[in-house]
């Protein structure tokens, strides 16, 4: 069936080091995939999207790679921040922005 | 602006009893939706509605109406609650592309 699945519910990196938050998907007829990050108490919030026919987009300290061969995408952050520590939600777009959203994974800087 | 509002932060409701969740946005965003989120969870779409006057189901429906009378409202009704409607509630907008939803702060309701 559908699902989007995050393969590690935490995760704790350094600050100042890159990280990666991995997702994998099983809709190969998605033509959307977004991240959303989640701090606490609050609602989440768009970080970046990417459309099918990309392997890669970069935003601002954030790239999203996307390996249809394997259903796989991540979410690179680079020179994590305190600030960055959040819930991070991968989300691939069912039908018409109705998105269906992984688990989540929890980041945790540490300083 | 504002952005989306949410009311109430924080709600406790025996079982069987009915309540609405507010939501508001001021963006004039078309698109408006409501998920639900449980612990360790993410969000599940209950409903949504692309424009006034037109809603339709999501993932997890049952239990829960809505309406879209104006642009700027889309509240969520629980008719009778139960236990396993406990969650967070959040109400979303978006105009343009629709994967940039943009999420109020939520309800955290308690059915008891």
């Known amino acids: 069936g559908e699902s989007v699945g995050l393969h590690l519910p935490t995760l704790s990196v350094q600050e100042g080091d890159n990280s990666i938050i991995n997702c994998a998907y099983s809709?190969?007829?998605?033509?959307?995939f977004i991240w959303y990050k989640q701090e606490s108490g609050k609602g989440p919030q768009f970080i970046i999207d990417?459309?099918?026919?990309?392997d890669k987009r970069q935003g601002q300290r954030v790239t999203v790679l996307l390996n249809k061969t394997v259903k796989h995408l991540s979410l690179q952050i680079a020179a994590t921040q305190p600030g960055d520590s959040a819930v991070y939600f991968c989300?691939?777009?069912?039908?018409?922005?109705?998105?269906?959203f992984g688990q989540g994974t929890e980041l945790s800087v540490k300083p | 602006n504002a952005g989306v509002t949410q009311t109430p932060k924080f709600q406790v409701l025996k079982t069987g009893q009915s309540m609405t969740l507010q939501c508001a946005q001021d963006?004039?965003?078309?698109?408006m939706s409501w998920y639900r989120q449980d612990p360790g969870m993410g969000l599940r779409l209950i409903h949504y509605?692309?424009?006034?006057?037109?809603?339709d189901q999501g993932e997890v429906p049952n239990g829960y109406n809505v309406s879209r009378s104006t642009t700027e409202d889309f509240p969520l009704r629980l008719l009778s609650a139960a236990p396993s409607q406990t969650s967070v509630y959040f109400c979303?907008?978006?105009?343009?592309?629709?994967?940039?939803?943009?999420f109020g702060p939520g309800t955290r309701l308690t059915v008891t």
């Open positions: 990417i459309r099918s026919n990309m």
């Open positions: 989300a691939e777009n069912k039908w018409g922005g109705k998105l269906i």
């Open positions: 979303a907008s978006t105009q343009g592309n629709p994967y940039e939803q943009y």
């Open positions: 509605s692309v424009g006034a006057g037109i809603t």
């Open positions: 963006m004039n965003h078309e698109y």
């Open positions: 809709n190969s007829a998605s033509d959307y």
